[in-house]
C-alpha cells in the first residue's frame, strides 16, 4: 500500500497549489482520508479530513476558508486545494489513509501514511 504526495512547490503569498494523493495497492474509496503538516522544528498538525464520500469534511482554524479538500474515488485520489497561501503555511504535507470510512483530526486515526510533498511560501 502506498500513497504518493504531490503538487507542493515554492509560491508567494497569496497564491496558490493543489497538492493530490494517489493511493495503490488498495483501493480507499470506503475510507476515510486526511491531509496533516509538519513544519521544521514542530509537531504534525492536523489539516483537514474528509469522509468515504465527500460528505463529511473538518478543516484545522488556521485554514478554514482558505483549503478545500476533495476526493475522487475513481481516481483513487484525494485533493487539498490551497489559496491565499500563507507564509506560515511553510510545511511537509503528507496524507494519510483511515482504516474508517470518516477521518480523524489526530494521527492516531490513520493508518497509512504518504511521504509527503513539500510547500514552501515565500516572496
Known amino acids: 500500500v502506498q500513497l504518493q504526495a504531490s503538487g507542493g512547490g515554492l509560491v508567494q503569498p497569496g497564491g496558490s497549489l493543489r497538492l493530490s494523493c494517489v493511493a495503490s495497492?488498495?483501493?480507499?474509496?470506503?475510507?476515510?482520508m486526511g491531509w496533516f503538516r509538519q513544519a521544521p522544528g514542530k509537531e504534525r498538525e492536523f489539516v483537514s479530513d474528509i469522509s468515504w464520500n465527500g460528505g463529511n469534511t473538518h478543516y484545522a482554524d488556521s485554514v478554514k476558508g482558505r483549503f478545500t479538500i476533495s476526493r475522487d474515488n475513481v481516481k483513487n485520489t484525494v485533493y487539498l486545494q490551497m489559496n491565499a497561501l500563507k507564509p506560515e503555511d511553510t510545511a511537509v504535507y503528507s496524507c494519510?489513509?483511515?482504516?474508517?470510512?470518516?477521518?480523524?483530526?489526530?494521527?492516531?486515526?490513520?493508518?497509512?501514511w504518504g511521504q509527503g510533498t513539500q510547500v514552501t511560501v515565500s516572496s
Open positions: 495497492g488498495r483501493r480507499f474509496s470506503n475510507n476515510g
Open positions: 494519510a489513509a483511515s482504516l474508517y470510512s470518516i477521518g480523524s483530526g489526530s494521527t492516531g486515526g490513520y493508518a497509512y
